[in-house]
């Protein structure tokens, strides 16, 4: 009778060893909005956030990781993707670019029906896949349009109707890009919501976001998933005010109850940590809610330890693009140098990474992991992280290339970058009064949207393009970037050539381009982005006349 328990019990052990060893790997991918440096508590000690510091001490920290492109939707294009984002073959995108031939990466992003992106490729390939909130990646068109709200009473059971309408109408819209599961959505910004502005709904939920990621993770934890969780925090509106607001308040209206009560410590609570560990309110209310955003994290983690899912479960972190030194939306160190972080013990080895990597490497690193191979139509401008997070010697990228509005730049792994900002002949090579009618109107724009600039700017005799090349004089947030806040790279802001040594000067100060000891690195740099742009689509300026 003894043997017979013995010999049931080991081929129970046997079977269970054989399905944790045939079991297929998961991931999940926590993107987040706009964190500064300062919001890691493990890069500059000044934010209470232990749970992503033990993503980065326990995992693999990539130290030299960037957004490809430094605004939110070009960011997320190109992780979605796997690809930088002027291949977008969006209509919008299209019609953006210049008679030259110039691509134009801004918010212009979208994805088209039959493009490949990751979750489309999991889906096909017997995953289900899963996408909570921020999208901000276009919309498919096939479920019609958000309604408008018939007041401003969050509270009025009918604005909750269409608060609610609208809700479904985003979780179907995205769904059509790959997602078995869609929740708690924002098809952008909180605050870009007109309906959700009006009512005073344009708030940050995390409680709610988060229900729908452990809901989505208890839902397939028996079949192989992988979810993308983009976070709304810690962009506007200011955080550490939504923090101090009733949870009854939500993207779905007043309700009667907390949406999600539970499911991430008391708001109190954070407010009460951050200050015991010395965190200030500061920076816009992102450094408190650091910590709200870390409890995110520590929440999904959690569920997955509960599951038995978290020796099985890669995590990828990435930040779409930072806001320090005002270098959101340039090719910058302060908008599009960010923090990635990949977890999973046992397999990623803890430590430093100092390669070159981006966003463009979560598509291919998915696909790596989980043992999944692309179809060849889809272009993959990333590689896999696999390796490095291994701590395998490998042959890597040399240069990272980075594009918004008609800046191109590359980063070499020696530590220098080089930026060229070039603006399109046709930009330009227009009457006077046209060029001012366009000057007026966006003026006029900025003036009606932030009445307080009305007596700061004015109209100006020769207005400049910037960077992101979106009107004659710039757009409010370039002006804000440049005139406000005096960055320090800006002196050199409308240089046409820029080489910065990183290793010296990471908050790129001085220009080296004009400097003769420097001459033979900046044609050298030069050759690295002619080589970069020759593979992409557009041309740019002398450094690609002709495609």
Request: net charge negative; hydrophobic share 35%; charged share 25%.
């Amino acid at each position: 009778m003894k043997k017979q328990i013995i010999l049931a019990m080991i081929m129970v052990v046997a079977v269970l060893s054989g399905t944790a060893e045939t079991r297929k790997p998961n991931v999940v991918i926590i993107y987040t909005d706009d964190q500064p440096m300062d919001s890691f508590g493990f890069i500059r000690g000044k934010a209470h956030t232990p749970n992503i510091d033990r993503l980065a001490k326990e995992g693999a920290y990539f130290s030299k990781a960037y957004a490809t492109s430094s605004v939110c939707s070009p960011s997320r294009y190109s992780a979605l993707t796997g690809q930088y984002a002027s291949r977008c073959q969006s209509p919008e995108f299209r019609r953006e670019i210049s008679e030259e031939g110039v691509t134009k990466v801004l918010w212009n992003m979208g994805m088209s029906e039959d493009q490949w992106n990751f979750p489309r490729v999991m889906q096909a390939n017997g995953y289900k896949t899963g996408m909570i909130g921020k999208w901000h990646v276009g919309s498919s068109g096939k479920h019609g349009h958000r309604k408008t709200v018939p007041n401003n009473d969050p509270k009025n059971p009918e604005v909750k109707k269409v608060l609610q309408y609208n809700q479904e109408y985003y979780c179907k819209d995205i769904a059509e890009f790959g997602f078995d599961y869609v929740g708690a959505a924002f098809h952008g910004n909180p605050n870009d919501d007109p309906n959700l502005v009006k009512t005073g709904c344009n708030v940050h939920l995390p409680e709610w976001q988060t229900k729908h990621a452990l809901e989505f993770i208890e839902t397939y934890k028996d079949e192989p998933f992988v979810l993308y969780y983009a976070s709304t925090l810690l962009h506007v509106p200011d955080c550490t005010a939504d923090l101090k607001k009733d949870p009854r308040l939500t993207p779905l209206g007043w309700m009667d109850e907390p949406i999600a009560p539970g499911v991430l410590p008391p708001r109190e609570d954070v407010l009460r940590r951050a200050r015991e560990a010395g965190v200030p309110d500061s920076q816009n209310g992102k450094l408190i809610a650091a910590t709200w955003l870390d409890d995110v994290v520590g929440a999904v983690q959690d569920k997955l330890m509960a599951l038995g899912l978290d020796d099985n479960t890669l995590i990828l972190y990435f930040n779409d693009n930072s806001t320090d030194d005002q270098g959101k939306g340039s090719c910058y160190q302060g908008g599009a140098h960010v923090p990635m972080m990949a977890y999973l013990p046992g397999v990623v080895e803890p430590g430093e990474r100092k390669e070159l990597v981006a966003n463009i490497d979560i598509a291919p690193t998915i696909f790596d992991y989980c043992g999944v191979t692309p179809p060849e139509e889809m272009q993959l401008d990333g590689a896999s992280l696999m390796p490095l997070c291994r701590n395998e010697t490998v042959e890597w990228r040399d240069s990272m290339f980075l594009e918004i509005g008609i800046t191109r730049a590359v980063v070499s792994d020696d530590g220098f970058k080089y930026l060229a900002f070039r603006v399109p002949e046709s930009y330009t090579n227009r009457p006077k009064e046209e060029i001012q009618q366009e000057h007026r109107e966006a003026l006029a724009n900025i003036h009606k949207t932030f009445p307080w600039t009305q007596d700061l700017w004015h109209e100006e005799e020769h207005p400049r393009y910037m960077h992101m090349g979106m009107a004659p004089g710039g757009h409010h947030m370039e002006r804000f970037q440049l005139y406000l806040n005096h960055p320090p790279f800006e002196k050199n802001y409308f240089d046409p050539d820029q080489l910065y040594d990183l290793n010296r000067d990471p908050r790129e100060t001085t220009n080296l381009a004009s400097n003769p000891e420097y001459q033979a690195k900046l044609e050298r740099m030069q050759k690295k982005l002619k080589k970069l742009l020759a593979d992409v689509p557009g041309t740019f300026a002398d450094l690609k006349p002709t495609e």
